[in-house]
Nanobody
């Protein structure tokens, strides 16, 4: 079992930046594929960005050019650097990780709130 713990959410003005972190327990992090999902009020949870164990990345069209996913296997941590934030980025952001080809994978974090507002 892998436990995921997110941090770094908060309130930011439009155009601002935040960096989310997700730390995994255990010793298998380096072989997990990881992702960030988000869920806004009244909407379905959506895949924002993913990174494989081989560091291949993907992004939702809505965040391309603004968000960057990365990982530090030595720290068992995946990051989501968010820039040029918009009010529509407001959501609870969840870390997700695991094995296999399909998303979402088995392990979820508890979520961290990101609010973009002036």
């Amino acid at each position: 079992q892998v436990q995921l713990v997110e941090s770094g959410g908060g309130l930011v003005q439009p155009g601002g930046s935040l960096r989310l972190s997700c730390e995994a327990s255990g010793s298998v992090f380096s072989i997990l594929s990881m992702a960030w999902y988000r869920q806004a009020p009244g909407k379905q949870r959506e895949l924002v960005s993913s990174i494989t164990s081989g560091t291949s990345t993907n992004y939702a069209d809505s965040v391309k050019g603004r968000f960057t996913i990365s990982r530090d296997n030595a720290k068992n941590t995946v990051y989501l650097q968010m820039s040029r934030l918009k009010p529509e980025d407001t959501a609870v952001y969840y870390c997700n990780g695991g094995y296999g080809r399909n998303w979402p994978k088995d392990y979820w974090g508890q979520g961290t709130q990101v609010t973009v507002s002036s």
